[in-house]
Structures are given as C-alpha cells and as structure tokens.
C-alpha cells in the first residue's frame, strides 16, 4: 500500500492463462492445470478500485492454488 497511495482498497487475483502445448511429456505434465483441462501459466495480480493493475506476478507452472501462490 505504501507503493500505491491513491489505492483505497485492493483486490488480489489469481489468473490461468492457456499456453501451447509442450512436445515434451514431462513439461505438459508440469504445465497441466488440473481445473481448465489443459497446459496453463499462473499469474496473481492485484488491482485497485479502478481496475488499473497494480503487480502482475511471475508466470508459475500448472496446478499451484491461488492462496499457496500468495503465501509463497
């Protein structure tokens, strides 16, 4: 918050976004999202009230829950 002043309130997010299938088996296993059925890339990103992106995380492989990607 100390960042971004003029944000009155946040809102954190977690975001799969699809990729394209790897051709090695182990990469699409490590890629695979469990929820969506396919190979996927995890972002959290926190917004403010005016839905201006504030932080977009690093890009995380597959089937990692949006809390456990915050704790870490």
Do not use: C, W, Y
């Not at 003029?6 to 890629?31: C, M, T």
């Amino acid at each position: 918050m100390a960042k971004f002043p003029s944000a009155q309130e946040v809102i954190i997010d977690g975001k799969e976004r699809p990729i394209q299938r790897p051709q090695d088996q182990q990469k699409q296993k490590n890629h695979d999202s469990g929820k969506k059925k396919r190979q996927t890339r995890q972002h959290l990103m926190m917004t403010d009230q005016n839905q201006r992106v504030l932080v977009l995380s690093k890009a995380r492989e597959g089937l990692v829950h949006d809390k456990r990607q915050l704790d870490e």
